[in-house]
């Protein structure tokens, strides 16, 4: 191996520079050259990329967003896409590609290596934390500080105005992010696309905690759930239903994606990556790296695709228990 190619790619996620940093800064440990392709796949099909060495990547590491810059591109999709891109991999003499990013990225990078033998390796970077063969994605802790910032701020204007609020975070298809910062963030309900469970048991819900004495709530829904409403006509129906509640609602969207990475974001993106190049150097591919009970292991990429990473779904059992 002389050279590894690196991208991150899909929704940006906190932390994806102190990643490529952990990355450039290994190739130099083990004196490999290291390029940086733009904009995803995006930039490798437009053979857009930039040598990187130890000093390219100072000061990075403390910034959100990413430096290489990231973009969901549909014409990797196609098989001219992907034939376009492993060439230009092949003219800039690349032995093996570092996809940072989610499952779009990794099942991209995957047909990539089978079509057009192109080692590549995954490191999971995704706010919403729904990859399987990792604990934690890369940008998950810290969206999550990010939402309880934000949700602690409105609870002191819910609470000052007796009002529900009803506050929309981000998770496509996974409730990780609404379930954690449900808890972390003392919620009234927490809505999860892994567990519907009915416009009924709301309802109910929230006259119990009018009844008990509360006088303001926040419930927590997640882009994903599976209730049949979105966030704005589930406050509507709470209104109509339980009238003396003043319902807002507030879509907190893409702030969740931005900010300084969290320590935790940081040490994990360090560790994922000094690994990935290891692994590279030790001949592995089309594996990705994750960590499991605190360890940096590796997993097929196949199997991190098809697997399905599973939600603590005790965890709403204690929101029943502390939203008494
Ligand atoms: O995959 C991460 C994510 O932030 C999801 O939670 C959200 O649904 C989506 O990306 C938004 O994507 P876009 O950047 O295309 O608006």
Redesign the pocket.
Known sequence: INRIGVMTS??DAPGMNAAIRAVVRSCAYYNIECIGFKRGFEGIIDGDYMTLNARSVRNVINHGGTFLKSA?CPEFKTKEGREKAAANLKAAKVDALILIG?DGTFRGGLALSKEHDIPVLGVPG???NDIFGTNFTIGYDTALNTVLGAVDKIRDTASSHNRLFFVEV???DAGFIALNSGIGSGAEEILIPEENLGLDRLLNSLERSRRSGKTSSIVIVS?GDKIGKNVFELAEYVKENLPYYDAKVTVLG?I??GGSPTCFDRVLASRLCVKAVELILDGKRDIMVGTIKNKIQACELEKALKGKPSINKDLLRISDILSV
Do not use: N, S, V
């Open positions: 899909g929704g969901r989610g995704t706010i919403d981000m998770g496509r882009e893409h969740q994606r």
